[in-house]
């Protein structure tokens, strides 16, 4: 028998229509307005897409907000731009920094530059002096320029790694770094507060600021390299995004000249065309840097996130196949590097919960101070005095953090070169330099296994199910459970050689889980070895927290 096909509501129908005379673009109203018609005709597929769209606002959170480019409240657009902006604009007036100077950034997704003027636009008219970055530019440029201008705040737009559907809007505070609680709760009620978007007072005349502060940053940048080796071939992706030209500029600076760029990702191009994710960390999306790495005999390959926060490096393997490193094996290398150069007195260096433990053993190594985060570079940034160095295992490193206090590629990838030039002028790779890594400080192999759910409810159940009932041993080893709750929603499994963190993802509709084993390392001739056993108990762990996860 067929099912009775699902009809609008006279109030869905009449809050759509609310929205539409809300609206703040033709463009807008006329999109929306064409879904309603559809969805008032019966039609199915258009009754659950306004719904959808309708479903509540765009959740403001520590990342800021972040969805598909599209009418309605639950989407990014410029009514919700506007909105979004009207509280932050509160929120800074509470915090007694109204009237002080608001930075404005954008990427070069679908939307962005007309995200970024109606955020200068709101700002303008609540009184706040505002600069505006003169174009398309990495995130770590806002972050910068935050510092640099003695901001009150910063506003990124961008998705980052996100799919070409999407768009975002991340909120610095005045000391440079990603909001965090309560600061987001504060917004997010002050955005509930705010008038329709059509009544929100908005302003021409920000400033758009010249080349001064890209200038600054790359004279900062080129002075990140401590060793003298210059002679490196460099190949590097932006994945069509925005870091291609800085990171260009910026090794040049630094004196790294022989640099090639993968020609059919080098231009930013919001349809991100030649991959299905642009996120360094998919499979995939490496393979035309990687290609391009074996055919110019590169010495070493860069891929950045299209906002050119996030860094993966690409090496020749020993069997002369590349590979980029997982975020790990970056983070343990450059945080070695910039350990092995510091003058800094009682220095401090930081990675995540989620994150390999080698750099723990690397700090004491150094008579450094170590600390471990909450996940996100939020967290990161604030981990403590003297912050020289921090990383997470999801290709974020931070290489200067007195100048930008969040992840940063361009600078990230500077630093890889002067490290991977000083290895090559010593005829030593990175993979060399990882072995000597694992000779001092053993064997520290991670991974992650995601498990998809898609119902928030599911995903509770799951993590409710495992805190009740924690595993008591895992591959044989005894392992011991600890709750992060209310601090976060995380669930830690310990035991003498391995470490399970379970986590609800913040941003996919996964349940993820972040797995390390670690191996001592007898002898050099024990590497191989060592590492072939650590490497099977590692696929071992895999199968086995996906049947905890399983149920």
């Not at 731009?81 to 509470?94: D, E, F, P, Y």
């Not at 530019?137 to 201008?149: G, K, Q, Y």
């Not at 399970?500 to 913040?506: E, F, I, L, Q």
Request: one cysteine or more.
């Amino acid at each position: 028998m067929e099912q009775n096909p699902p009809r609008l509501t006279s109030a869905e129908r009449d809050r759509a229509l609310r929205w539409i005379a809300d609206d703040v673009t033709p463009h807008d109203r006329t999109e929306l307005q064409e879904v309603l018609a559809a969805a008032m005709n019966a039609q199915p597929d258009a009754v659950a897409e306004l719904r959808e769209r309708m479903a509540g606002e765009l959740a403001f959170g520590t990342a800021g907000l972040r969805g598909p480019v599209r009418a309605g409240p639950n989407g990014m657009n410029t009514a919700v731009v506007v909105r979004a902006t009207a509280g932050v604009a509160s929120w800074l007036r509470g915090e007694g920094r109204a009237g002080r100077t608001v930075i404005v950034g954008r990427d070069a997704r679908h939307g962005s530059a007309d995200f970024a003027t109606a955020a200068a636009e709101v700002l303008t008219a609540a009184g706040f002096d505002v600069r505006l970055l003169p174009a398309a530019l990495p995130t770590p440029l806002l972050a910068f320029a935050v510092r640099r201008l003695g901001a009150a705040a910063g506003i990124q737009i961008t998705a980052s790694h996100n799919p070409p559907a999407d768009n975002g809007y991340k909120v610095y505070d005045h000391t440079g770094a990603l909001i965090v609680p309560p600061a987001d709760r504060r917004i997010e009620s002050a955005i509930e507060a705010a008038p329709a978007a059509i009544s929100v007072p908005r302003s021409p005349g920000a400033e758009v600021l010249g080349d001064d502060v890209l200038q600054a940053y790359l004279d900062r940048v080129a002075r990140l390299p401590r060793g003298s080796a210059r002679e490196l071939r460099v190949v590097a992706t932006a994945l069509h995004g925005v870091g291609a030209d800085t990171l260009r500029l910026a090794l040049r600076r630094a004196g790294f000249t022989d640099v090639g760029f993968v020609p059919e990702q080098e231009e930013p191009d919001p349809d991100f065309p030649t991959v299905a994710f642009p996120n360094p960390e998919e499979p995939q999306a490496g393979d035309l840097l990687l290609d391009l790495a074996q055919r110019t005999g590169a010495d070493l390959a860069i891929a950045l996130d299209p906002d050119a926060d996030r860094c993966a490096l690409g090496v020749a393997g020993r069997d002369g196949r590349w590979r980029l490193l997982r975020g790990d094996e970056t983070g343990v290398l450059l945080g070695e590097h910039v350990l092995s150069g510091l003058n800094t007195p009682d220095p401090l260096v930081a990675t995540t919960i989620v994150s390999s433990s080698m750099l723990a053993s690397i700090a004491k190594a150094h008579g450094a101070r170590y600390e471990e985060t909450l996940t996100g570079f939020k967290w990161l940034a604030r981990a403590g005095a003297g912050l020289v160095y921090a990383y997470e295992e999801a290709l974020g490193v931070c290489v200067d953090p007195e100048t930008v206090r969040d992840k940063d590629g361009i600078a990230a990838a500077v630093v890889a070169c002067d490290l991977t030039a000083q290895a090559r002028a010593a005829n030593r790779s990175l993979l060399d330099l990882l072995d000597d890594l694992a000779l001092r400080h053993g064997l520290h192999l991670t991974d992650q296994v995601s498990l998809r759910i898609a119902d928030l409810a599911e995903r509770g159940r799951v993590m409710a199910r495992l805190r009740e009932h924690p595993p008591t041993e895992l591959l044989g080893t005894a392992v011991v459970a600890q709750d992060l709750l209310p601090r976060a929603d995380v669930l830690r499994l310990r035991g003498e050689d391995l470490r399970v963190v379970v986590r609800p993802s913040g941003t996919e509709p996964k349940l993820k889980a972040y797995l390390e084993v670690t191996a001592p390392v007898p002898a050099p001739a024990e590497l191989h070895r060592a590492r072939d056993l650590a490497e099977r108990r590692l696929a071992g762990l895999r199968s086995a927290v996906r049947d905890l996860l399983a149920g």
